[in-house]
C-alpha cells in the first residue's frame, strides 16, 4: 500500500451566490504538486462541509492515481492521509462558520447601503493554513 501525504493550503472563498446562499470555494492542496479543486456548497453545517471538504480532497487523490492496464482502469491501493487532519479540520470548520455568518448577514439585507461591500466581504475571504 503506498502512502500518499496531502498538506491544505488554502481555503477561499471564490464566488458567492446572495440569491441562494451558496459559495464555491477554492481549495488549495500539495502533494507531489500544488493543486486546486473547486467546490460549490452551502455553508450551513460547518463541521459537516469541512469533513466532506478533506473527503472530496481525498477523492481527487485517489482518481489521479488511477491507471489503464490493457483496457481495464486499475485502482492503486493508496492511504491518502492528510497532515495534522484533526487540527485542519477545527480550523476549516471555524473558517466556514465565519464565512456562513456573512453571508447570512448579506441575505438578511433589506437595503443596498453596503451590500456589495457585504458581498467583496465574503468574496475576499480566505483561510491559509
Do not use: C, W
Not at 27 to 50: G, Q, R
Not at 69 to 94: A, F, M, P, W, Y
Amino acid at each position: 500500500m503506498r502512502v500518499v501525504r496531502i498538506r491544505v493550503l488554502k481555503l477561499k472563498v471564490a464566488k458567492l451566490t446572495p440569491k441562494d446562499g451558496s459559495v464555491e470555494l477554492a481549495i488549495t492542496y500539495s502533494n507531489e504538486s500544488t493543486k486546486e479543486i473547486l467546490k460549490t456548497d452551502k455553508v450551513v453545517y460547518p463541521d459537516s462541509l469541512a469533513r466532506r471538504i478533506l473527503a472530496e480532497i481525498r477523492k481527487t487523490v485517489r482518481s489521479a492515481h488511477k491507471t489503464f492496464d490493457n483496457g481495464e482502469l486499475v485502482e492503486e491501493d493508496l492511504d491518502v492521509s492528510i497532515d495534522k487532519e484533526e487540527q485542519v479540520t477545527r480550523q476549516i470548520s471555524h473558517f466556514l462558520e465565519e464565512v456562513r455568518i456573512k453571508v447570512e448577514v448579506v441575505r438578511g439585507m433589506k437595503s443596498a447601503d453596503g451590500y456589495m461591500d457585504s458581498v467583496r466581504a465574503v468574496q475576499r475571504m480566505e483561510l491559509v493554513l
